[in-house]
């Protein structure tokens, strides 16, 4: 299961231009029909449901593989190559490379993904720096009240500050005691384990804190800003 059309970081021969006007139509069609099921409330149930007691949220159903879902451009990053700035509004701004954040502390957390194209998966296991950790350092402003996050493939998707300042939020480098591979989001993702997991963005590059909200990718087309699972938040109202 992939939103991706396969091979999309093949290197370019002489029908390059042509491979990537395909690709930019399979994504396209794609996006369509993402689109689609927000405006058709795909997979809705009406309920909502207390993590407390049911772990499985509402509309979804258990995997144990991991589906990679992107918009089909596979960064060449390394951690040779990878680079994260923090920056608006915080008394601080960070430029990382990939030494700098090694330098941090490292942290583990088990979390369950809840992707709204209704797979979860129980248990993961990451490891790398705490979003606590980050804001700890890049001090954000006191006016500061929202988090876009920019990524290497030209997503964007964006959270309140408080649902990034959260437990359990990391940057992570690993899952399963393995470096994150290059599909899903490697060297570094983000991991937001309470919302749904297209506010994971992968392969971040950028993290941008604002005196106001500004949506990201899906969020313009048809997904719920605030994405809740427990809440059912799969699209905008
Ligand atoms: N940079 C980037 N991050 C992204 C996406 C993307 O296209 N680009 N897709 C999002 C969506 S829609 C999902 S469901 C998850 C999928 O992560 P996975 O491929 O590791 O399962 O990544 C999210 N983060
Ligand atoms: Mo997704």
Known sequence: MSDTPAGSDRPLGPDAAQDVEREGAVRDKLVATKEQWARQGRALTGQAADPARARLPPGQRLVTDWPVLDLGITPKLTTGNWTLTVDGLVENPLSWRWEDFQAQPQERF????????????????????????????????????????????????????????????????????????????????????????????????????????????WEVRGYNNHAD??????YSD
């Open 110 to 217: 088990v979390s369950d993904i809840h992707c709204v194209t209704t797979w979860s998966r129980y248990d993961n296991r990451w490891e790398g720096v705490s979003a606590r950790r980050l804001l700890e350092l890049a001090r954000p402003k006191p006016e500061a009240s929202h988090v876009v996050f920019h990524s290497f493939d030209g997503y964007t998707t964006n959270v309140a500050l408080s649902d990034f300042d959260d437990d359990g939020v990391l940057l992570a480098t690993s899952w399963e005691g393995q470096p994150i591979s290059r599909d899903h989001g490697g060297p570094v993702r983000v991991v937001l384990p309470r919302l749904y997991f297209w506010k994971s963005a992968k392969w971040v590059k950028r993290i941008e804190l604002l005196a106001g909200d500004r949506k990201g990718y």
């Open 229 to 234: 699972p427990w809440l059912e938040e799969r």
